[in-house]
Nanobody
Framework: EVQLMESGGDLVQAGGSLRLSCAAS????????IGWFRQAPGKEREGVSC????????YYAEAVKGRFTISGDLAKNTVYLQMNSLKPEDTAVYYC?????????WGQGTQVTVSS
């Protein structure tokens, strides 16, 4: 079983950058698909990006493609989401998610607020 802890959320002006971290414990990230989801006020949770620890495949939602980059650091057992050119519509609680092909695990979320 893996435990996930997100960090890095903050208040930033439009056009700025943030790097979110998802630190995993209890298991290596190599054994999981790791993804980022977000949920804005009054909206449903949506997928943002994911990476396969074993295969290295990545996915990006169209709304963030070209602006966000997902990466992993095996030595730190951490997955990152680098967010550049942030827009007010990126404002949401961002959640880390891990899937081992049988079960899913969620972090508690980190708030990202982008001001106009």
């Amino acid at each position: 079983e893996v435990q996930l802890m997100e960090s890095g959320g903050d208040l930033v002006q439009a056009g700025g950058s943030l790097r979110l971290s998802c630190a995993a414990s209890g298991s290596t990230i190599e054994d999981y698909y790791i993804g980022w989801f977000r949920q804005a006020p009054g909206k449903e949770r949506e997928g943002v990006s994911c990476i396969a620890g074993s295969a290295g495949s990545t996915y990006y939602a169209e709304a963030v493609k070209g602006r966000f980059t997902i990466s992993g650091d095996l030595a730190k057992n951490t997955v990152y989401l680098q967010m550049n050119s942030l827009k007010p519509e990126d404002t949401a609680v961002y959640y880390c998610y891990a899937n081992d092909f049988q079960n899913g695990y969620w972090g508690q979320g980190t708030q990202v607020t982008v001001s106009s």
